[in-house]
């Protein structure tokens, strides 16, 4: 009979395990492979912020909209202001946009000198997207490429302003009408001067300030 092989006792084959262990070396990262200083994760957002903190911002917020950064390199805040008081004239059905008639009322009120063949050239190039109407950033950007051609109309509306205001108290009253009306012999009656103050007055204060004198003299053409 064959000889049975004699198996490898427990003792051996852990004396064996232990010696490969013994003779394992642990691996170490090198010295020189360690940086210096690892910087924390970025937080969500981070890289987004830092983008938008490099990028410049090409506009700016006013009057509760935002306008080109362009605008305000060749007219000023009053002018701005100004400007929005005449587009608000025109802009009849509050879509805060102006179609081609209104804009060429409004370029007329302002003093430009433009033909109606001009008028809608200039609509066409601000009109991109050929809806018909402009905004009221479309409106500066045509009112500072023809701003040489221009009065200042604001000034003219401002003067006439101060003659109706014989107090200087800032706005025009009832008896101010009266006033003006006895001393250039002009014969109206108290019911049609409140419907003049009516017609301009829209804060409610039953007179009319220089805001609102320069709104109703753009919307009547009285000048």
């Not at 003093?111 to 905004?135: H, I, N, P, Y």
């Not at 401002?158 to 009253?173: P, Y």
């Amino acid at each position: 009979m064959p000889k049975k092989k004699k198996s490898k006792s427990k003792g051996a084959s852990r004396g064996d395990s232990a010696g490969k262990e013994k003779t394992r070396k642990k691996f170490e990262f090198p010295e020189e492979a360690i940086p210096d200083y690892i910087p924390p994760p970025p937080v969500t957002g981070h890289q987004l912020l830092a983008a938008l903190q490099s990028t410049e911002i090409n506009e700016r917020e006013f009057l509760g909209m935002k306008l080109s950064k362009h605008i305000f390199q060749h007219l000023t805040t009053q002018e701005i202001r100004d400007l929005k008081v005449v587009f608000d004239v025109f802009d009849v059905d509050n879509s805060n946009t102006i179609d081609l008639k209104e804009l060429r009322r409004a370029m007329k009120i302002l003093g430009f000198r433009v033909s109606r063949a001009e008028v809608k050239q200039m609509m066409a190039d601000v009109d991109l997207t050929r809806r018909g109407c402009l905004t009221f950033n479309d409106f500066l950007a045509l009112v500072v490429e023809r701003q040489s051609d221009s009065r200042d109309i604001f000034d003219e509306l401002r003067q006439a302003f101060t003659v109706f205001d014989l107090d200087n108290e800032g706005k025009i009253t009832l008896h101010t009408l009266k006033r003006l009306c006895r001393e250039h012999k002009v014969r109206l009656s108290e019911r049609e001067l409140r419907d003049m103050i009516r017609e301009a007055d829209h804060n409610g204060d039953d007179a009319v300030d220089e805001n609102e004198f320069i709104g109703i003299m753009l919307k009547t053409n009285l000048f």
